[in-house]
């Protein structure tokens, strides 16, 4: 059975940098988690796609308004997903959570529902 672990959030100031981590147990990372997420939810909104990585870190998808702010990545060998967020915004304030989708898909999967397991989140705080 796959588990995934968040870690990293905490309480920031506007224009800091935070570098958020997922650390999976469980069968082969590499061949089990075959594309990963980071998502967000802030309160009274839907969880949103952040980024997605595919198994070889060879194909990323960001969110517009990740881009250019935030880089996602994953070591394999060490069965971890990160999400390094630079120049953070009170708006980015929110619980993150990583996600693995294991079955094939032709492009960057962008929607929950595309992903069978998940992280119990971790928040993240950006003060004004």
């Known amino acids: 059975q796959v588990q995934l672990a968040d870690s990293g959030g905490g309480l920031v100031q506007a224009g800091d940098s935070l570098r958020l981590s997922c650390s999976a147990s469980?069968?082969?990372?590499?061949?089990?988690?075959?594309?990963m997420g980071w998502f967000r939810q802030a309160p009274g909104k839907e969880r949103e796609i952040v980024a997605v990585i595919n198994t070889l870190g060879t194909t990323t998808s960001y969110a517009d308004f990740a881009k250019g702010r935030f880089t996602i990545s994953r070591d394999n060998a060490r069965n971890t997903l990160y999400l390094q967020m630079n120049t953070l915004k009170p708006d980015d304030t929110a619980v993150y959570y990583c996600?693995?989708?294991?079955?094939?898909?032709?492009?960057?999967?962008?929607?929950?529902?595309?992903?069978?397991?998940w992280g119990q989140g971790t928040q993240v705080t950006v003060s004004s």
């Open positions: 996600a693995g989708k294991s079955g094939r898909l032709p492009y960057p999967p962008r929607d929950t529902r595309d992903y069978d397991y």
């Open positions: 469980g069968p082969t990372f590499s061949v089990t988690m075959r594309w």
